[in-house]
């Protein structure tokens, strides 16, 4: 059985918007970051945020907010 150009191109595009559609029935679709750094689980530090998650996504303003850092 051989799979011709045209029925190819339907399979991917089926399986390409089918996932999509799929994960945002089940909740897991999302187009926006949280911007929420992990925090410390256990420890001295236990449920402060992880300076080690900081992204390069982030902006100062919001390392300030969620790190307590004044900016001055």
Request: negative net charge; aromatic residues 14%; proline residues 6%.
């Amino acid at each position: 059985m051989r799979i011709t150009p045209r029925w190819m191109a339907v399979f991917i595009v089926t399986v390409l918007f089918g996932g999509i559609l799929l994960s945002i029935a089940l909740g897991e679709w999302t187009t926006k970051s949280t911007k929420e750094p992990l925090t410390f689980a256990e420890g001295e530090f236990a449920g402060e945020y992880n300076p080690a998650d900081i992204r390069g996504s982030y902006t100062f303003g919001e390392i300030s907010r969620l790190f307590e850092i004044p900016l001055e």
